[in-house]
């Protein structure tokens, strides 16, 4: 089993920046691909940004390209995303996940199988 969890959400305005840390623990002398999904208020959870286990294989959603930037450090056993220029429409429960991958990364939920509880990020206009 694999814990996560999840800090550095918060309030920020438009055009700010915030960092997001994910905190593995449990079974992790196994690097697992990992991956930041956000859920919105009535939408659905959306992929933002995914990495595989060694950090060179990475994907985001066109909606945040330019603008986040994920990243791991496996001695740490966590997990980040950097969030820059952000919008309002970027405000969201922001979670992460860990999937049992042998290869390569997912942008699909489906393929993840350890999630944290999710910190919010609000932007304001």
């Known amino acids: 089993q694999v814990q996560l969890v999840e800090s550095g959400g918060g309030l920020v305005q438009a055009g700010g920046s915030l960092r997001l840390s994910c905190a593995a623990s449990?079974?992790?002398?196994?690097?697992?691909?990992m991956g930041w999904f956000r859920q919105a208020p009535g939408k659905e959870r959306e992929f933002v940004a995914a990495?595989?286990?060694?950090?060179?294989?990475?994907s985001y959603a066109d909606s945040v390209k330019g603008r986040f930037t994920i990243s791991r450090d496996n001695t740490q056993n966590t997990m980040y995303l950097q969030m820059n220029s952000l919008k309002p429409e970027d405000t969201a429960v922001y979670y992460c996940?860990?999937?049992?991958?042998?290869?390569?990364?997912?942008?699909?939920?489906?393929?993840?199988?350890?999630w944290g509880q999710g910190t919010q990020v609000t932007v304001s206009s």
């Open positions: 996940a860990a999937s049992k991958l042998r290869i390569g990364m997912s942008r699909s939920m489906v393929n993840y199988d350890y």
């Open positions: 449990g079974r992790t002398s196994i690097n697992y691909p």
């Open positions: 990495i595989n286990r060694s950090g060179p294989i990475i």
